[in-house]
């Protein structure tokens, strides 16, 4: 998917992800952002760097952005995950705030 169609935040976080830069991937988020995985939330900068270090980067993630919407600040995305943690299709949803990311969830619905 073109970086056009993702807000910039959220291209910063996927990009990060599949470059395995771990300091980039926090810098995509606000001090009090957080990830929601399946209803785990991890928050601030030291919750997010513990779920790259244990779900994304640290377990060879790479996301492939399938599909968009952007509603006002809110994004959902369709995704393709590859990683030693789990390989599949789930539902990613950011909420931006300025020029970061506030948060991102991946809904147990998946």
Do not use: C, Y
């Not at 810098?27 to 900068?45: C, L, M, Q, R, Y």
Request: no cysteine.
């Amino acid at each position: 998917m073109p970086a056009a169609d993702l807000p910039a935040p959220v291209q910063a976080m996927v990009d990060a992800i599949n470059a395995a830069d771990t300091e980039a991937f926090v810098a995509a988020f606000t001090a009090d952002g957080f990830v929601d995985d399946w209803g785990t939330v991890k928050s601030g900068p030291e919750g997010i760097r513990s779920w790259a270090d244990s779900d994304a980067i640290g377990a060879g993630a790479r996301m492939t952005v399938l599909s968009s919407e952007t509603a006002g600040d809110t994004t959902s995305i369709r995704f393709g995950w590859r990683s030693n943690v789990f390989n599949g299709e789930s539902t990613g949803v950011f909420v931006v705030r300025g020029d970061r990311l506030a948060s991102f969830t991946i809904p147990p619905n998946h």
